[in-house]
């Protein structure tokens, strides 16, 4: 058992929370299988029989303990950072205070003129056709979005913000997402 919880980086805390932590690393793994329209059937397919559905599935479940290699091959067969799949846990004492909510005025967009916001509208559409989210008026993005938005803007991530919080779709406070 000793072995098991250093590979996974469990060795510390109570049993409980080792279970509880598998199970939230096990919830990051099938929402990324899933998000990819993988079946656990279609993970062993296009894995060639590498990973083996009834493995897979443990993982998921967190009824088996997975190796910090295991993971770091399993985020490379889905193609995402390793990070991306350790369950979101509570801020370690003394961290940095998290990064604001990034929120565009979808209202205000509106009023910006359209050889100016048009990236950002066709951008925001997209986002939200691809979430099903047609609320009409707020939409959450990430940092990377903004950093995505900058790219097409061909501004930098803190130019862009300032720019958008002039027009009035992003608050103020996003201000401290980016210090560049």
Do not use: C
């Not at 296009?46 to 479940?61: P, T």
């Amino acid at each position: 058992m000793s072995q098991m919880t250093e590979d996974t980086g469990l060795s510390s805390g109570t049993s409980d929370e080792q279970t509880a932590y598998a199970k939230a690393l096990g919830v990051r793994l099938r929402a990324i299988r899933t998000q990819q329209g993988l079946s656990l059937h279609g993970v062993e397919e296009k894995s060639r029989g590498r990973w083996k559905a009834v493995v897979v599935g443990s993982y998921e479940r967190g009824d088996r303990a997975v190796t910090v290699q295991r993971l770091a091959e399993l985020a490379d067969f889905y193609g995402v950072p390793v990070a991306e799949l350790l369950p979101d846990g509570p801020l370690p004492s003394g961290a940095a205070e998290p990064p604001p909510r990034l929120v565009i005025d979808l209202e205000k967009l509106q009023g910006v003129p359209a050889s100016q916001g048009a990236p950002l509208a066709r951008y925001a559409a997209t986002i939200q056709s691809q979430r099903g989210d047609y609320n009409g008026r707020v939409l959450s993005i990430r940092q990377e979005d903004l950093r995505s938005l900058a790219v097409i803007y061909d501004a930098s991530p803190s130019a862009l913000t300032e720019q958008l919080i002039t027009w009035g779709v992003l608050s103020a406070d996003a201000r401290r997402a980016f210090s560049d």
